[in-house]
């Protein structure tokens, strides 16, 4: 019985740690965001969903299901090594370079391939787990919940193992290796559960070879030559010095001749000793020579490299540089050049380690220029720093006078409608909060704003330079001029004058997000430019009018075929499936924009959840057998799903406008709540639903919880959030289980 819960619980720590090591190798290839998450993880979901479908019937009627799930962890243990190397590859297939960006095409094909065989085998694990569980089981019904169980307690363990321990002490295919040779071990104990005869003899005989060869690449560092070559591939043409993790995400350094390239997560930030020497100046100067004694410096993100050089030009008093993640800096200093290393040495530098928005909100000190050196809106993350409430908690820190500097994608020839709708949204909500905004239009639109009236001219300008004695490459006086025509900004103004109309950027409505994601698919995906205006007009209404036909079709079908009556508890299983992976998102989401990012909370978050829904799997198969009257307590959770539902939106957005870090612990609360509610109705549906065929029953309701945390996975960052907003969303979700309700209700299965 041991070594049957040591390989469920395994099951659950293989995932976890495959899917969230595969998710970070993609992002690192194709720098993505939210949508390239939602797309990787939905395909694992569908992919692992299809498997438990597909092989529930065969888990049913296997007469050796102790063999089939060993070859499933056989051939997870030798294609997960082998899957990270493809995974590098993808570029130089395609003909791609580092840092080059690709469209959602090439990442939902590439992804959807490439995990195919680990989602399949993966899926297909749970059926067979709960076919091997009811073999030795008294209450055959009660297997499928302790397996959900077990699973859920195998990610809890792996999330911090993984955090903290295998990705900041061990690279990718040393953790692959480490997960094939647990899953080996796993299956030469299960091996001696099998019946006897030859093909166990044989079995055994080819995991002990496994088991030498998975040691053997270990000890004799064969997985660490395969990192290095994998990695030169992944970076063709440039020679990589350097390749770690940290929590926060891969750092890699790169040289080609004698420049040095920084790159997190496959994007370049840092070039040095030669920077954007035009970028840098246009978007340093420029703020500090329109404030007129600017001492006190912050800048959040982007520092290094570059911009604290470009500052430190002008008498400033002290510059505050907030970077999240240390192992950067620490690079920068292993690989120091004359740039650099002026910079970090300067004694008016002072670095906080802390993600810049806690930075803001938490600190005493104000600043007369504050510089937003952060990527456009791309992600949850990023969209952070463009919203109404980022905005106002930097007016309190913000001297009198003082100005903002931040900048955006622009072009001097033509604004596209994505382009148009994404400074729009920005400077609609930077205007809410700042009577005075102005914009530098070019190839990076450059805002500046004050809750004073400022001068921004040549004239000021030059004469600032001269005054301050700076001198630099690009500006000159003919070059200042050019970009300060006043002909550009009026082209600019007349250019967004219809999109200024779009909704302001929030925390809880992240409209600035969707035009960022928007403007890239533009770029690297233009065929898929109609999905997105197709979008943009999306409206709660339209969810809910089929939300209701479908209803109302399903009630009619229940009430004419028998067939139709047992599939409301499949459809209340997936719109769970769909909740739980809804607040599961949307409260790392509120978190990182009420406090700030941080990482270990994050992961804490996700632990709450699957603690929550540990809980209740747990106290609903002790119940199951004592239970009397399943369909009454089905409904009582289907109603706490509703009400949650209702009461999670009215408690964020009454958090939201008072900022204490005491409400922390609310967020851990609910995140357990939501996984309870997920734990509590899985084992109760499949007693309901069970035919007798625990396997087959386990594989199919399995299979649609997955199908609905790939639906949530899937639209819920990407357009739910930000085009609904927060309260919109949880209604949502709401109307989605009380339609689940009435399926109930009408079904005759009460």
């Known amino acids: 019985m041991k070594v049957l819960l040591f390989a469920l619980l395994l099951m659950g720590f293989t995932s976890l740690v495959v899917q969230t090591l595969l998710i970070r190798e993609f992002l690192i290839v194709f720098l993505g965001n939210e949508l390239t ?29 102790i063999i089939f799930y060993i070859t499933l962890q056989v051939l997870i243990s030798a294609y997960f ?84 321990l295998f990705i900041t002490h061990l690279n990718s295919l040393e953790i692959a290796f480490i997960i094939g040779l647990l899953n080996i071990l796993s299956s030469l104990l299960l091996i001696k559960m099998a019946r006897q005869g030859f093909l166990k003899k044989c079995y055994t005989l080819i995991l002990f070879l496994l088991l030498a060869l998975s040691l053997g690449a270990l000890s004799l560092n064969f997985s660490e030559r395969l990192q290095r070559l994998s990695v030169s591939r992944q970076f063709k043409g440039q020679e990589v010095l ?80 907030t970077e ?39 600190t005493e000190d104000s600043y007369d220029v504050i510089f937003i ?93 001269k005054d301050r004695n700076i001198s630099t490459v690009l500006l000159n006086p003919l070059y200042i001029e050019y970009r300060l025509h006043p002909r550009w900004s009026v082209w600019f103004r007349e250019s967004l004058k219809e999109t200024l109309k779009v909704k302001p950027n929030r925390d809880l409505s992240p409209t600035g997000l969707f ?27 339209m969810l809910l009018a089929p939300l209701f036909i479908l209803g109302l079709a399903g009630i009619a079908l229940q009430r004419h075929t028998t067939t139709w009556r047992k599939l409301a508890i499949p459809f209340s299983i997936a719109s769970t499936g769909f909740l739980g992976m809804t607040f599961d998102l949307v409260l790392i989401f509120c978190y990182q924009a009420f406090f700030g990012f941080v990482y270990h909370h994050i992961a804490l978050l996700v632990t709450s959840f699957m603690a929550g829904l540990t ?60 996984g309870l509610i997920v734990g509590l109705e899985f084992p109760l549906a499949n007693k309901i639903y069970g035919t007798g065929k625990t396997a087959q029953t386990a594989g199919i309701l399995y299979s649609m919880d997955l199908l609905g945390a790939w639906m949530g996975a899937l639209v819920v960052s990407i357009a739910l959030l930000p085009l609904l907003g927060l309260l919109k969303t949880c209604l949502f979700l709401a109307c989605l289980k009380l339609l689940s309700l009435a399926l109930i209700l009408t079904s005759k299965l009460t």
């Open 81 to 164: 090594p082998a899957s990270i190397i493809l995974v590098r590859s993808i570029k130089d297939i395609l003909g791609a370079g580092a840092g080059e960006g690709l469209g959602i095409v090439p990442v939902f094909i590439s992804s959807l391939f490439l995990l195919l065989p680990l989602s399949l085998c993966d899926g297909a694990q749970f059926p067979f787990g709960c076919r091997m569980l009811s073999d030795i089981s008294k209450r055959k019904w009660e297997s499928p919940g302790k397996v959900y169980i077990l699973e859920a307690m195998g990610f809890i363990v792996a999330g911090p193992l993984f955090t903290y």
């Open 515 to 541: 035009y960022g994601v928007s403007y890239l698919n533009a770029l690297f995906s233009p065929e898929t430019q109609g999905l997105f205006k197709g979008l943009d007009g999306l409206r709660l209404k």
């Open 242 to 321: 350097d390749y770690r993790n940290s929590i926060y995400g891969n750092l890699t350094v790169t040289k080609m001749g004698d420049q040095l390239n920084f790159f997190s997560d496959g994007i370049p930030i840092i070039t040095t000793p030669h920077p954007n020497t035009a970028y840098l100046e246009e978007f340093i100067h420029f703020g500090m020579l329109s404030h007129p004694k600017p001492e006190r410096v912050l800048i959040v993100g982007g520092g290094a490299g570059g911009a604290i050089g470009e500052i430190l030009k002008h008498p400033v008093k002290s510059l505050d540089y």
């Open 373 to 465: 050196n952060a990527p456009l809106p791309s992600t949850l993350g990023l969209n952070r720093f463009y919203t109404e409430e980022f905005f106002s908690s930097v007016k309190r820190i913000l001297n009198t006078p003082g100005i903002l500097v931040l900048n955006l994608p622009g072009s001097l020839s033509y604004l596209g409608e994505e382009l148009r709708k994404l400074n729009g949204s920005i400077l609609s909500t930077l205007k809410g909060q700042f009577p005075f905004v102005k914009v530098i239009p070019g190839d990076s639109n450059l805002y500046l704003a004050s809750e004073e009236e400022f001068e921004i001219s040549p004239k000021v300008l030059v004469n600032g330079l």
């Open 615 to 674: 809980l209740g799997g747990w106290l609903m198969t002790h119940r199951l057998s004592r239970l009397k009257r399943d369909m009454l307590c089905f409904l009582k959770i289907e109603i706490m799903a509703i009400l949650f539902s209702l009461a999670v939106p009215i408690l964020l957005i009454n958090l939201g406008s008072m900022y204490s870090m005491w409400f922390a612990p609310i967020f851990f609360l609910l995140s357990a709540l939501s």
């Open 324 to 362: 999240l993640d240390p192992l950067l800096i620490q690079m920068v200093k292993d690989f120091p050049t004359p740039l650099t290393q002026k910079e970090l040495a300067d004694s008016r530098l002072r670095i906080n380690f802390m993600d810049g928005i806690r930075f803001i909100k938490t």
């Open 37 to 65: 998450i939602g797309l990787i993880l939905s395909n694992w979901i569908v992919l692992e969903a299809l498997g438990a479908s597909i092989f529930s019937p065969l888990a049913q009627r296997s007469k050796r299901p």
